[in-house]
Nanobody, 122 residues
Framework: VQLQASGGGLVQAGGSLRLSCAASGITFANYAIGWFRQAPGKGREGVSAISSSDGRTYYGDSGKGRFTISSDGAMSTVYLQMGSLKPEDTAVYYC????????????????WGRGTQVTVSS
């Protein structure tokens, strides 16, 4: 399994970014692709996830109402559209794949990609 996150960068508070996760080599019949983030000195936090079986989505408290997860249908690319960004959204964002189609917590995820840095300036 290969996962490649991209789209991070520097943005001003209130701005938007769209992250992409290119996924390949997944052999699970049904699975979830999730976005997580880790800020300096903090633990990894679940941001959002989407299920391959029915497109069900999940949002952590940090992203509710501001972030939208979507896929290209085939789940070869999963997007995280982030809006109304705040300085506290600054973190490295990772995408991951779980064999559990409704996986939420990081411990349920099997494969992780390298992260992409998001920096929100005030």
């Amino acid at each position: 399994v290969q996962l490649q996150a991209s789209g991070g960068g520097l943005v001003q508070a209130g701005g938007s970014l769209r992250l992409s996760c290119a996924a390949s080599g997944i052999t699970f019949a049904n699975y979830a692709i999730g976005w997580f983030r880790q800020a300096p000195g903090k633990g990894r936090e679940g941001v959002s996830a989407i299920s391959s079986s029915d497109g069900r989505t999940y949002y952590g408290d940090s992203g509710k109402g501001r972030f939208t997860i979507s896929s290209d249908g085939a789940m070869s690319t999963v997007y995280l559209q982030m809006g109304s960004l705040k300085p506290e959204d600054t973190a490295v964002y990772y995408c991951a794949v779980s064999r559990w189609r409704y996986a939420i917590t990081q411990w349920e995820y099997d494969y992780w990609g390298r992260g992409t840095q998001v920096t929100v300036s005030s």
